[in-house]
């Protein structure tokens, strides 16, 4: 099985105080959303937040199946990046967001919203997550999952077949005419800005070991944070109150970064 490099080194958290934003990103079919998933099972969707790029596909205007067929869902402006970048910056302030709901029935955003809190690590999964400067430039860790242009073509026929009642013919015809070029104009020279390369998708167990471990260690800084942020807050309210010293929040920035490095 192939192992995870990384391609630029881990970035430096230096704020333990502030929610570390975190994105997956990939090919369509490359496995991205099963790291995503087993994140969130692995770590828990109570301590993480999840925002799907899928979720902010722009409303589309259709006649009929023919005019909708053409219409490039893997184009960056087919994204609502403005309000995107608008909710993870949001999020990373402390705020909660309400995050869209996109129907891919009606290929458009439902009248109802999702409330999303924040939390120590906020999850970002998308195909052009790293392909749009602002979305990627609001990112403190990024992976890319890699893999064959076979595999994910296979994956994605299996999964718009089975899945979505397509045919063979017309999912091929849209792979051949959008996803592929869409693919190697946006997608693969995104990888380059990727802190680690993960082969295989979810099925590397190693990878995936490697990546919940760090996030483990992330929500563990954070939750030291907060019990020092508390004590502190004891001691002003109480300063003849006997305590123990506790880390100072550069310490803690410090061993975070670390934890990302190791």
Not at 122 to 136: N, S, T
Not at 190 to 213: H, L
Not at 229 to 237: G, L, M, P, S
Request: hydrophobic share 40%; proline share 6%.
């Amino acid at each position: 099985m192939s192992h995870p490099h990384e391609s630029r080194g881990m970035p430096p958290i230096v704020d333990p105080s502030r929610p570390v934003l975190l994105g997956v990103a990939g090919g369509s079919g490359s496995g991205k959303t099963t790291v995503a998933k087993e994140i969130l099972r692995t770590i828990g969707d109570d301590r993480l937040a999840f925002l799907p790029q899928d979720m902010y596909y722009r409303d589309i205007e259709w006649r009929d199946g023919d005019h909708l067929r053409r219409f490039n869902f893997d184009h960056p402006d087919s994204i609502d990046v403005e309000l995107m970048v608008e909710h993870l910056h949001a999020l990373r302030g402390g705020r909660p967001v309400e995050r869209p709901i996109y129907d891919f029935v009606t290929y458009r955003r439902r009248a109802e919203t999702q409330t999303v809190k924040p939390r120590p690590v906020v999850l970002v999964e998308g195909i052009l997550l790293f392909a749009e400067p602002e979305i990627r430039a609001a990112l403190d860790f990024k992976i890319f999952v890699d893999t064959d242009a076979d595999v994910r073509l296979l994956r994605r026929l299996r999964r718009d077949i089975h899945e979505r009642g397509r045919d063979f013919d017309g999912v091929l015809r849209q792979y051949l005419e959008t996803v592929r070029p869409m693919h190697l104009e946006f997608v693969e020279p995104s990888k380059r800005w990727a802190d680690i390369i993960v082969p295989e998708g979810g099925r590397n167990q190693v990878a995936m070991a490697m990546v919940t471990a760090k996030i483990e260690k992330l929500l563990t800084r954070a939750e030291a944070f907060r019990a020092e942020t508390a004590a502190r807050a004891t001691e002003v309210d109480d300063p003849g109150a006997a305590h123990e010293p506790n880390a100072t929040s550069q310490d803690l920035g410090d061993a975070a970064s670390q934890d990302l490095c190791d």
